[in-house]
Nanobody
Framework: QVQLVDSGGGLVQPGGSLRLSCAVSGRAASGRPFSMFGMGWFRQAPGKEREFVAAISWGGVRTYYADSVKGRFTISRANAKNTVYLQMNSLKPEDTAVYYC???????????????????WGQGTQVTVSS
């Protein structure tokens, strides 16, 4: 059973930074290790649908971002630690949401932006950007 635990959210002023972490444990029934999961971050604001934020390939070579966060957010992974990160800089009030990490059995590609493409989810961590 694969489990994802999100952490690192909080209250930050506009222009501030936060780093989210997602610790992954367990293996899928197929025995696939963390290094062979495509990983992503999504967010959901009140009254809105869950939306794609960023994704990273198995080896961390390829990364993809939503236009709204390009240049401000950076996704990375440490396969030796079974952890994926989301560094968020220059935060804006519109970034306020619950952030979720997600894992998919295959690698990620440029079209890996839909929640239904990911099989495993963290519990979410709240990010609030407000003065």
């Amino acid at each position: 059973q694969v489990q994802l635990v999100d952490s690192g959210g909080g209250l930050v002023q506009p222009g501030g930074s936060l780093r989210l972490s997602c610790a992954v444990s367990g293996r899928a029934a197929s025995g696939r290790p963390f290094s062979m999961f495509g990983m992503g971050w999504f967010r959901q604001a009140p009254g809105k649908e869950r939306e794609f934020v960023a994704a990273i390939s198995w080896g961390g070579v390829r990364t993809y971002y939503a236009d709204s966060v390009k240049g401000r957010f950076t996704i990375s992974r440490a396969n030796a630690k079974n952890t994926v990160y989301l560094q968020m800089n220059s935060l804006k009030p519109e970034d306020t949401a619950v952030y979720y990490c997600a894992a998919r059995m295959g690698d990620v590609v440029v079209t890996s932006t839909k929640p239904e493409q990911y099989a495993y989810w963290g519990q979410g961590t709240q990010v609030t950007v407000s003065s």
